[in-house]
Nanobody, 127 residues
């Protein structure tokens, strides 16, 4: 089945930028919605952003609107998260996820139901 591998995490100073990538293998994810979930130390998992299988619809958590941009390239079987104006509170493990059932706006309350998860990549933002 589908496997997801994230890359691009690291250490960045507040105000800086990072771009995360998530590459799928095993089969195409062109019919999956794709997105990003993060988990800060000692906190519950939190929705970040999602994009529909067509790439035409995106949905963002209020905390990242205007700073983060999600996109996908179905030819490369890859989803991206461009993160700008990073804040210390963005520090978390970021997980890529894929799902064929739930539309992007359902993701915040369906985190536990998403089909496929990557291994996560750590983003640390220093002040």
């Amino acid at each position: 089945q589908v496997e997801l591998v994230e890359c691009g995490g690291g250490l960045v100073q507040a105000g800086g930028s990072l771009r995360l990538s998530c590459a799928a293998s095993g089969r195409t994810v062109s019919n999956y919605a794709l997105g990003w979930i993060r988990q800060a130390p000692g906190k519950e998992r939190d929705f970040v952003a999602a994009v529909s299988w067509s790439g035409q619809t995106t949905y963002y958590a209020d905390s990242v609107k205007g700073r983060f941009t999600i996109s996908r390239d179905n030819a490369k079987n890859t989803v991206y998260l461009q993160m700008n104006s990073l804040k210390p509170e963005d520090t978390a493990v970021y997980y890529c996820a894929a799902d064929r059932i739930y539309a992007t706006r359902r993701w915040p309350d369906k985190i536990g139901n998403l089909e496929v998860w990557g291994q996560g990549t750590l983003v640390t933002v220093s002040s």
